[in-house]
């Protein structure tokens, strides 16, 4: 099944994906709007021919862009990405929500299986290892910069 990428206006993605869902037309599959992607909007339909029609009547809707895709070239859009990608062992990170919002810590140990992430506060007298969440963390430097 083909997929068409649908080029919106910016912020209205998900605007645009949910007009074209309620359209309710046989033709049309699925809709995708990821966060990662600004701006478009993916369509999974029997023809661009269709999705033309429906655009028609959907504001904030530009065009399609020219050409097809294939399921598998959107897949990656369809898992999340866990929020502790991107962090390693020693990075200094900032915690941004909990309790100790605000503090600098290092980071000890990386759980990906349970998006967690193992710290050391820097300012604690003794040093106390504190487990959280990774989206309550900011990465400030990273020894593999």
């Given at each position: 099944m083909p997929v068409?990428?649908?080029?919106t206006t910016a912020s209205q993605e998900r605007t645009v994906a949910d007009m074209i869902v309620n359209r309710e037309q046989p033709e049309i599959h699925a809709v995708l709007a990821p966060d990662s992607l600004t701006s478009y909007v993916m369509v999974e339909a029997d023809d661009h021919a269709i999705i033309e029609r429906v655009l028609d009547e959907i504001p904030h809707a530009r065009s399609i862009v020219p050409g097809q895709s294939s399921l598998a070239e959107v897949e990656h859009f369809l898992s999340p990405k866990p929020d502790?990608?991107?962090?390693?062992e020693g990075d200094i990170i900032e915690l941004i929500a909990g309790p100790f919002k605000g503090e600098k810590a290092q980071v000890q140990r990386i759980d990906e299986g349970k998006d967690q992430v193992t710290v050391e506060l820097y300012e604690a007298t003794v040093p106390i290892p504190v487990t959280v969440r990774g989206d309550q963390i900011r990465v400030l430097d990273s020894e593999e910069r």
């Open positions: 068409y990428a649908v080029k502790v990608e991107g962090i390693a």
